[in-house]
């Protein structure tokens, strides 16, 4: 049997020709026999056919490809490559599984779905980006993928052709493909340059792109756009861009045809009028150049918004503002050119019709616009439309113009204009993308029309088409060197293939005596036209093969493109390609007042690709600008006509795409219609024949298409060899044993180096071999299954027949004696019933009588109750009732006699009242009360003075005081020296220097407060100054009313002295009511000093020594800075309630008293709030300074207010005595301690010269030492007695000196009120006494600020003497050492024991250290600490020595030095985790940022984190530093190390990830399935790779995987890191590792097939029990479940039953994926075929689900997303005092343990 037989068998599948759908489907009815004359047929459509055929069987009908060849990704493997082939693998990608990229050789032909697609993401850039082409499926990334590997690796120039006829996406496809290149070349986030690459995009499509009748966004320009990319550590990085064009289309400015548009950017100004009123811009229906194609608007596109896009775009690419400005004012300016009435012009004084001239009317609006626009005299533009000057030797002509004339004038200068304006905007493009550097390598992206051909074909037509000759001609030698090389590099022999060459065309065109040069020459010539250019063409170009005469006619000709023949119609082809436009009129456009217009209008054109390769320096362009200088206009002889000018850039372009390397798109447009996915077959097929790829397929076909690995042939093919005849170690002599068998003329196949090629055919005829093959094999398995099956089924029926009969039997044999039992047991039953019955039935009647005589018994009981309790209320009510009536008598009674004994009362009291009112209006009464207020107030005047003299006095006795303070505070510098001497000899001294580092640190931390409480203060100030505004205008008011109350008086003199008398006594009453109420508040004021006395000795003693942030937050604190004042509380309520008579002065006091009351309420208020701001911390040394002060001044204060309270009472000589005694006893006091303090210090001294002579005598030394330890804790003591005492005191008085002395003001502005209406002197005394008051204040404030600057004098010595005793303990560590060096014997070395014994007795928990070491210290932790070194030590070790530096710093109180060490900390980790380093050293640091940040937790003092602390533990709390912000910062760097680890680890994985998941070592199947080109990687080569030598041994790929993850999990065990930080970690790696799988099987659609489900679940199924052998929790596996839900999506069943099934199985895949997978199912042979019905209803129930929607409509995963890290809070029980400093850490000369 003949091949052809074997192939043409009954049931074999063909293509027949189809009059609509081109090729058709159908099955043979018999099998073919060589030398028969005709084939039965059986078409899709169920009808019999019957094929002719010669006899010698060369017209066969072309066979249908394999099933497993149907939708592979590259055209050039199918086994039978033809056009129907071709067309249907094509159509099953597109329609069947919406796959709109398919590779044919070097092709990526690329369908128009006319859908939004989620193909262009991030995601779907980084899964590209690495892989080779041909790695995952087809994709515009992968071809750009491709250029910038080549581009990286041999630094050389590339270029991507993309093409197509108009409508079939070329730009959007340039469009990603830059997009590509901008992502890879600099990152995903744009940056400036990106940025501006990307927004060229809309300008050009703006002003380049139209909607034709094909496309909504056609190009009607060509572009060549140069991707620069500068060499950058071995990486490209996208430097700028260049843009050239070609060939705009400018007759589209003035005339489209029917349902075109013009250029977007007009309709895009109309929809914007708005936004620009100057240029009176109306609906775009109302301008002649929009509306003839009468399609103004396009389907969902908004030209509004487009418009807003292009002019962001180009604010983005440099377009200054008033560029933009003038560009919309010259389109506008266009616009209204064209709506310029051109009209008939009648001779003068008659109505005939001239003919030869034409009119436009001065003051057309549209003309009088242009000229505003467009900044020209609207006269001259007017003028030279009308007229034309033709020149002569020495003179010119002026000429009028015809109607048509001027339209053609008018219609040219708009396209010169918009043309130049074009240039202009390329070129400030690409000075903007170019930053002008050094020449570096580029990727070309050139989107170029397509062929066209209408039925009316211009001038347009012909350059396009002649572009598409040279290139496809450049494409043709292209894929013929690519053949060549591809056999040359397997090393077989070749034969020349035969492919077209097109040089003839081309020959036509541009030849001698081409279609150019005749269009050229008829150009030249005057009276040159249309028709004679077409009979020169019919004359010259018969000879040409590719040039056809019409048949009729000569208006036309005819050119056989490589595509199709196309009929050229030749009217205005002279006229385009003169392209000319009036010398005036571009020289009026040239005097415009504005610059861009003269600019633009200065433009020469120039080839600057051309320049471009020749200067390597001249930036990309299209256009040259001026600079100021005018351009010489070239005459009409010289000038270039635009054919000439479009073939030398033609020329140019094709010279750079032969020296880069390019790469091709074939845009195809599937339906004229613009729906999604519609396929038409005629409209398809002749894309492909036109634009190459059939070409490609036909070369192909020519040499040995189909290739393939010898690992991929053997596993597909080694059942077709005998065992024998397979050596799995020599694969290649396997396949090539099965390929010899089979196929027996060697012509048909070749060997090459790493694959087999085979002629057209032969794969398909392996298939049916080996299908033919698997069914014989298949029916000899099933016939022993079946045999097995029902033997098996035999024997368990007969089993089963025997086991009823055994059971039968047994059964009727008990049920034989059960009856028995059941009679027997039915006669006993029913005698025990009839008994029972019996029983129950008396029972029942007992108690039913038994219950009828209790319940007659109750009734009767109850009816007795009942009438006793009414008796019992009827005798109650009774007895209340006429109890209330006697009393409401009585009541009545008493009432009428009281009212009688008021009324004599009220008669009794009125007489008495006016009898004392007489007598008060005397006025001998009157004087006797004067009298005696004068001396009071003269007595209280000499008290006054005595008391001034007494303190002055005082006050020279305070002075003396301070001179007792000063020698205290020497007292005080001798004591800190000799605490300097004892931290020198025990550690304890050090506890000391810390306690005065706190110290410090609590000086700034008050300093703070005060400089807040300033603020505060000068807030309150503020407010006092409004208080006191208005005290002001209050006291103005009551001068107003005493003025007005004395004009009163002058008026009313007769009747003030019957009202003298009366006043006279109001006024004494309210003073002497206001003496009453002084003294009441005196009363007040002192009981509250001692109750506030009290309570603050009490809460001093608690706030005396806190922790400095401890602070207060109750406001109901009462302590010694939080005071309040109670006065309104306990003050008698008869004082603020009581009523007095009501006059105008006494409404005037009362009304003082109102606002004096509201005001010290105010001020209380303000002063506790002060108060609580003031005491948020402790008390530092200054504010003990400061209490000293106070408490003096309190003192002095009390004795103030002793003496006059004595005076007040005439004892004040005994109160001067005491006092006096008082003071001569606290100096004697002061004089003894100065002596002590002197006595010590001369002891001190002579130890000190003792210690300096006698350095030799170290026992005698620590003798002294320790006794001057003894004196220094004695005077410790005392001064911390002597200061707490003052503290407690200056707390206490600070308070009550304030409130007194506001009390003090409010009185005497009360007093002084009073008494200013009728005593002036008195007024004036107690004025003078008030001033002198104020001012001895002033002074004692004044002395008050003289001692603190005393104070800070003192605290400058304390310091000079600090350093002073460290120098002594400097010295005296030396002279120490320097003992122990000369001595070296045992007594020293028993020494040395004794102190290491004392360390260890009460260790502290700290590591001591110096500032200055903390680099050093850092360095070794950070970087000498190797992984091996950590693995010995306690996990976390470093964390806990940096925690023990931390609490030696808060012991010492060291703000700066804990600063400093956590600062340095922080940037030495963030520094090694931005920098490589070994995973081990992440993990480690990793581990010891958490430990640390779990100590800062639990010795922090945060109740939440110290539940479980020790008492020890609880001791070594952190007192003096909260370091909350310090646990943020630390907490972030923990993210930023875990983030780290994981993209390092994630690293390391990702090249195992692809074979351990989706390969198996048992079933190596290439995934490179079925002949895809040599150049790509497989699964299979990648599981090669990762069993190289290098891993050899290393096992399978998922051992390998899990290996891994094994390496990593024991790293995390030695270095102590915690189960759950590292669940996080794994649980976020097999997030990636399913990323990275399930991505690669999404874009990898030759995979999914059932096989590799079965191969997922194995691999994952081996991971999932690594995961459970190490205990960890299912939430790790669970970002495994999308992979699980695969493997089971692929083996599950895909019918429509099936639907529901699947979408309950696939919970965690969207539907993108999900309908990803199914239509990229590989079905087996035996499977049945994925429907349509299927597909759409799986796609209705998977929308139809709940499920939310992270990524819209995409199929990848993000692979670089990483799961946010959670920090959990772990109770560490290791106590610091046990941490000891290993030696081989070499920190000892550093640390120092306490």
Sequence with gaps: MSSEEMLYAQGAKIWITHPEHVWESATLEESYRKGAGFLK???????????????????????????????????????????????????????????????????????????????????????????????????IFALAEEAYTKLERENCNLSIIVSGESGAGKTVSAKYAMRYFAAVGGSESETQVERKVLASSPIMEAFGN??????????????????????????????????????????????????????????????????????VLDHQDKFQFLNMGGAPDIERVSDADQFNETVQAMTVLGFSIQQIADIVKILAGILHLGNIEVSKKFNEGSEEEDTDSCEIFPNDIHLQITGDLLRVSAEDLRRWLLMRKIESANEYVLIPNSIEAAQAARDALAKHIYAKLFQYIVGVLNKSLNNGSKQCSFIGVL?????????VNSFEQFCINYANEKLQQQFNQHVFKLEQEEYLKEGITWTMIDFYDNQPCIDLIESRLGVLDLLDEECRMPRGSDESWAGKLIEKCSKFPHFEKPRFGSTSFFIKHFSDTVEYDVNGFLEKNRDTVSKELTLVLGESNMSLVKQVMSLEEIDTLSVDTAKSSTLGGRVVISAGRKQVVPSKQHRKSVGSQFQESLASLISTLHATTPHYVRCIKPNDEKVAFKWETSKIIQQLRACGVLETVRISAAGFPSRWLYLDFYMRYQLLAHRAKIDKNDMKQSCRNIVMKWIQDE??????????????????????????????YITVVQSVVRRFIYRRRFLRLRQVISGIQRCARGFLARQRVQEMREARAGLILSKYARGWLCRRRYLRLRHSILGIQTLARGMLARKKFYAMRDNYRALQIQRFVRGALARRAYQKRRRDIIICQAAVRRFLARRKFKRMKAEAKTISHISAKYMGLENKIISMQQRIDELNRDNSNLKHKTSEISVLKMKLELKKTLELEMKNLKAACQDKDKLIEALNKQLEAERDEKMQLLEENGHAQEDWLSQKQSWCSENEDLRRQIDEMIELAKNAEVSQRTQEDRMLAEDNKELNEAYQRAIKDKEVIENENYTLKEELSRLTAGNFRLHARTASNASSQNEEDVGYASAKNTLDINRPPDLLGKNYPTSDVTTLVMKLRAVLEEEKQKSKYLQEQYLKLANRHKPSEDSYRVYELE???????????????????????????????????????????????????????????????????????????????????????????????????????????????????????VIFESIDQFEDANIETLKHNDRYLRRELQQCVAQCLLVQEELKLAHAKLKAYRQDGGELEHKLEVEMKHQQEQSGGSGDSVGAVVVTKQKSQNPLGLMKFHSSDLDKILQRLLHALTPRTAVGLLPGFPAYLIFMCIRYTDLTNADDDVRELLSKFVIQIKKMHRTPHPIENRVIWLVNSITLLNLLKQYGDVEEYVKLNTEKQNQQQLKNFNLFEYRRVILDLIVNLYQ???????????????????????????????????????????????????????????????????????????????????????????????????????????????????????????????????????????????????????QSRKSEQDVQTICDLCTSLSTAQVLKVMKSYKLDDYESEITNVFLMKLTTELNARQMRKSHGDEFTIDQKFIQPFKVVFRYSDIKLEDIELPSHLNLDEYLTKI
């Design 447 to 455: 989107d170029i029309y397509g062929f066209e051909t209408f039925e």
């Design 41 to 139: 047929i059986c078409t899709e459509s169920g009808s019999l056919q019957e094929v002719k055929l010669k006899p010698d069987g060369s017209d066969l009908p072309p066979l249908r490809n394999p099933a497993i060849l149907v939708g592979q990704n590259d055209l050039t493997t199918l086994s039978y490559l033809h056009e129907p082939g071709v067309l249907h693998n094509l159509r099953v990608r597109f329609c069947e599984r919406q796959i709109i990229y398919t590779y044919c050789g070097i092709i990526l032909v690329a369908i128009n779905p006319y859908a939004e697609m989620p193909l262009y993401g991030p995601s779907i850039i980084r899964a590209y980006r690495g892989h080779a082409m041909g790695d995952l499926e087809p994709h």
């Design 747 to 776: 012509d048909k196949y070749r060997f090459g180096n790493t694959q087999i090629f085979f002629r057209a055919g032969q794969v398909a005829f392996l298939e049916q071999v080996r299908a033919n093959l698997r069914k014989k």
């Design 210 to 279: 139209a909607k034709t009748t094909r496309n909504d966004n056609s190009s009607r320009f060509g572009k060549f756009t140069k991707l620069l990319f500068r060499n950058q550590m071995g990486v490209m990085y996208l430097q700028g861009a260049t843009m050239h064009t070609y060939l705009l289309e400018k007759s589209r400015v003035v005339y489209q045809a029917q349902g075109e548009r013009n250029y977007h950017i007009f309709y895009q100004l109309c929809s914007a009028r708005a936004k620009y009123p100057e240029l």
């Design 1191 to 1309: 408490v003096e001044n309190e003192k002095l204060r009390n004795e103030y207010d002793q003496l006059r309270t004595s005076i007040k009472h005439g004892v004040e000589i005994n109160e001067l005595n005491a006092q006096h005694a008082a003071l001569q006893a606290e100096v004697l006091r002061r004089r003894d301690e100065c002596i002590q303090l002197k006595a010590v210090l001369l002891e001190q001294s002579q130890v000190m010269k003792s210690i300096n002579q006698e350095s030799n005598d170290i026992h005698v030394l620590g003798e002294g030492l320790q006794a001057q330890k003894l004196i220094n804790r004695q005077l410790e003591s005392e001064l911390e007695a002597i200061t707490e005492e003052h503290n407690s005191k200056l707390v206490e008085m600070t308070q009550v000196i304030e409130r007194l002395r506001n009390e003090k003001d409010d009185l005497q502005k």
């Design 1540 to 1690: 780290a680890l994981i993209m390092q680890i994630q690293g390391l994985l990702d090249p195992k990830i692809v074979p351990a998941i989706l390969s198996n070592d048992e079933i190596q199947r290439g995934r490179q399935a079925h002949g895809i080109r040599s150049r790509t990687a497989s699964i299979g080569a990648a599981a090669a790779a990762a069993s190289s030598p290098e891993h050899a041994g290393a096992g399978p790929a998922w051992k390998q995987l899990i290996g891994q993850l094994e390496h990593f999990y024991t790293q995390f065990q030695h270095f102590g890191l915690d189960n759950c930080y590292a669940e996080q970690i794994f649980n976020q790696l097999l997030y990636f590792v399913c990323a990275v799988a399930l991505n690669y099987l999404m874009l990898r659609g030759d995979i999914c097939m059932w096989e590799t489900g079965m191969i997922i679940r194995y691999n994952i199924g081996c991971i999932e029990d690594w995961v459970r052998s190490k205990k960890m929790s299912n939430e790790v596996l669970a970002p495994l479940a999308p992979l699980n839900q695969v493997s089971q999506l692929l």
